[in-house]
């Protein structure tokens, strides 16, 4: 994944504020085609990110700084996007399956839908609170003009 170029607006108390405008670099993103995660770019106007200061480093307005998202956070946020109510379908399925309802093309069907719609929610309710949006916000990684780890 390519990291986003921030542009440092203010800094206070350890924690800056970046306008960030990457565009979109990934062909099937910029295709339309892509996942829709689009957390640290768009093609439309620049974002306001505010994330802390990494200890050690000073920043100045007008610094301009690399920011990334830990893969191991992009890839929990595609789990429960997207795997949580695949797995709650087949789930459902399988409940149906056991109790004999699977047996009706109809019964199956809406077991299946019943249990994406639940997933779906469930996701959202997970993605949605605190401790989960923290790990998703972008961090400060190194100044722009700095090498590559």
Same mark, same amino acid.
Not at 32 to 45: I, P
């Given at each position: 994944m390519e990291s986003a170029i921030g542009t440092v607006s203010s800094v206070a108390e350890g924690v800056a504020t970046l306008v960030v %405008?990457?565009?979109?670099?990934?062909? +099937?993103? %910029? %295709? $339309? +085609?892509?996942? $829709? %995660? $689009?957390?640290? $770019?768009?093609?439309?106007?620049?974002? +306001?990110?505010e994330t802390s200061i990494p200890a050690g480093m000073t920043l100045a307005v007008g610094d301009q700084v690399r920011l990334t998202v830990a893969p191991r956070h992009l890839l929990r946020a595609a789990i429960l996007a997207y795997g949580l109510p695949l797995i709650s379908m087949l789930v459902f399925v399988a409940i149906a399956w056991g109790f004999g309802a699977a047996d009706s093309d109809l019964l199956a069907v809406a077991f299946a839908l019943t249990g994406l719609v639940a997933g779906f929610l469930l996701s959202r309710r997970l993605l949605a609170a605190e401790a989960a949006c923290e790990q998703f916000v972008p961090v400060i990684e190194s100044f722009a003009g700095a090498a590559d780890a």
């Open positions: %405008a990457a565009p979109i670099t990934c062909h +099937r993103c %910029a %295709a $339309g +085609r892509g996942c $829709g %995660a $689009g957390l640290l $770019g768009s093609n439309e106007k620049p974002r +306001r990110v």
